[in-house]
């Protein structure tokens, strides 16, 4: 699949499928495909589903190695200018749906739709401290390490340390948006999270609905912080967003 000339970066994407598009935002330590293993055969039968790697993620590239939430946002934007994408259903997980929230409040009349998992739109950094390059070396965590180090190395060119580093600013400073901001998000809205998900839970998914107006939740019962991935719920996930969609049809 290509690598897409946008932003000063080439950003590496999968495509496949026919209908509406549907753009898949993967989390922080992951990219497109892999993120979205579990939901590839269920949306590619009625919507052209788009699978890009983050800046400073996967196999996308870029000669810098700064990223943010606010910046993956108006890369999915020139992203979409590229492919002549004028609107699109946008389904995030975990980093992803903070990325998705961001354009549904910068270019709102490009968002037909938005689905969040394991994000509730309001800053969750507990437990970041463990992901801090310092840490995983002194804690012994080089299977981690050699993960990050495998999994992003054509983006981050062998720095993991610094892919880290960005990756737990990010997670300490983001969504960011104000309840203000919040309620300006006009298209309808979905949040899903697993039924043990501390980074999403279900107070504050309360009210986050409550102060969007078009939106609901959906607690994915006996689930973590991934309720779509194997091993967890995906069945019931991806039939939860298609109904979703169908919906808007």
Avoid at 11 to 39: K, T
Avoid at 41 to 48: A, G, I, N, P, V
Avoid at 53 to 60: P, Q, S
Wanted: aromatic fraction near 12%; charged fraction near 20%.
């Amino acid at each position: 699949m290509p690598h897409l000339e946008c932003n000063n970066m080439e950003m590496f994407y999968e495509q496949m499928g026919v209908g509406d598009p549907v753009i898949f935002l993967h989390s922080g330590f992951s990219r497109g495909i892999l993120a979205f293993a579990s939901q590839m055969l269920d949306f590619q039968s009625k919507y052209t589903c788009f699978f890009p790697d983050f800046r400073g993620h996967g196999r996308t590239r870029s000669n810098s190695l700064e990223w943010s939430t606010p910046q993956h946002s108006k890369d999915i934007f020139a992203f979409m200018d590229q492919l002549q994408i004028p609107n699109a259903h946008v389904v995030g997980y975990g980093m992803g749906g903070g990325v998705a929230l961001h354009c549904a409040v910068t270019q709102p009349h490009r968002i037909a739709s938005l689905t969040s998992i394991g994000q509730s739109g309001f800053v969750a950094s507990m437990g970041s401290e463990e992901f801090e390059p310092e840490w995983l070396l002194q804690n012994g965590r080089y299977d981690f390490i050699t993960l990050m180090k495998e999994r992003h190395l054509e983006a981050h060119r062998g720095n993991w340390q610094e892919f880290l580093r960005q990756k737990v600013c990010d997670w300490r400073m983001y969504p960011q948006l104000s309840n203000e901001q919040l309620r300006s998000i006009k298209c309808p809205t979905l949040f899903l999270a697993g039924q043990n998900d501390q980074f999403a839970p279900e107070g504050e998914l309360k009210l986050v609905t409550e102060l969007i107006p078009n939106s609901r939740y959906v607690i994915v019962p006996d689930c973590s912080h991934r309720p779509h991935m194997i091993r967890e719920n995906p069945v019931f996930v991806n039939d939860t967003i298609l109904q979703f969609l169908e919906l808007l049809r």
